[in-house]
């Protein structure tokens, strides 16, 4: 679920916004649910209650259009407690086709030669399994692959249509929202993988992995706002995406950058840092992070951006560390976003990032709960 590259020029389509249609209460909750996270948390801990659909991740398409379910243990044992789980909760399962890196295989499976197989394999898994619909996530969609791609999901829809129960079809998407505004009404949820939309890139600064809004700050050469959940959403509006097909993500994982002698946002740097992904239980555990209104040292709030954030200045220049994570507030701070704007709801990356099982029940997914609690607000 990463993304970037062509970020820039998504955020240059911006467009007006129009007026919020309906209260949190109708918003989705879509949470993804790794098959190699289920060792950590397992279907019968979720809190089902705090979500409206769960996505199990991922098979991953192979350039003939089958299938790999192995990649990430999409084991049998572990898709019958998945589903079983969810259908007692009476919540809807559906399984993720893609994820990171999957743009090359993708190409094959929907290409002219291999997509009518791809879609009997989607469907085949789908029936086999129970589940109640396919989520669609190719990373990245590159331009060239746009006509291929609207054949694949406008087949794939029609041939998903013919059963009863009508199954689900949704997308997590990042890239070209011209098409996704002509393909809108082939999708139950256009899902914008609002997280991880910053890194130590040539021309940037340190910036928040998914700050609500730039805050007016801009690029050093002056010329494009910092990537923003507000500025994409805008600018799938503008192209056309309806209101209440779009979601926002959140991701329940932080990214930690080190090096570079950078520890604060907006900062530039001589030498670049790196930056890598870690899930929240370990950055709670690491950097000791409080909750629950706890005081936390270091921790810091962006107000222009509305993002959380980690300021560690460490011993010297070597040691400096900037943290970009979701907390409570943060999680909250989403769901109201959500909601202020009108449209459909958020996903959540992913359900076992956000899991401390070291903690007491009460205090095992705060993340999750703040999601909860802010969703059910009056």
Known sequence: ???????????????AAAAPAEGARGLWVTAYYPGWRQNRLSPEEIDFGAVTHIMHFAVVPRPDGTLDAAVNRMTPANIRSAVSASHRAGKKILFTVGGQGTREPFEGAISDARRAAFIRALIKFMRDHGYDGIDVDMEDLPARSTRDYARFIRELRAQLDAFTPRPLLTAAVLWEPGLFARLAGEFDQINLMTYNLSG??????????????????????????????????ES?????????????????????????????????????????????????????????????????????????????????????????YGSEVTAAKTVQYARRKGIGGLIVWELGAGYRAEQPRSRRDLLLQAVKRTRLEP
């Open 1 to 15: 679920m990463a993304r970037l590259g062509l970020i820039l020029l998504v955020l240059m389509l911006g467009g």
């Open 200 to 233: 130590p890139y040539p021309g940037w600064v340190v910036w928040h992995s998914g700050p609500l809004y730039s805050g007016g700050h801009r690029f050093p050469n002056g010329r494009e706002s910092l990537p923003s959940v507000d500025g994409l959403v």
């Open 236 to 324: 799938f509006l503008a192209a056309g995406v309806p209101r209440g097909k779009l979601g926002v993500g959140l991701s329940f994982n932080g990214y930690v950058w080190s090096g570079g002698e950078v520890s604060r946002p907006r900062q530039a740097w001589t030498t670049p840092p790196v930056m890598k992904s870690v899930p929240y239980y370990d950055l709670a555990q690491t950097y000791h992070l409080k909750e629950g209104g706890e005081k936390c040292r270091g921790c810091r709030w962006d107000d222009d951006a509305q993002a959380a954030y980690l300021s560690i200045e460490g011993n010297g220049p070597t040691g400096a560390q900037f943290v970009s």
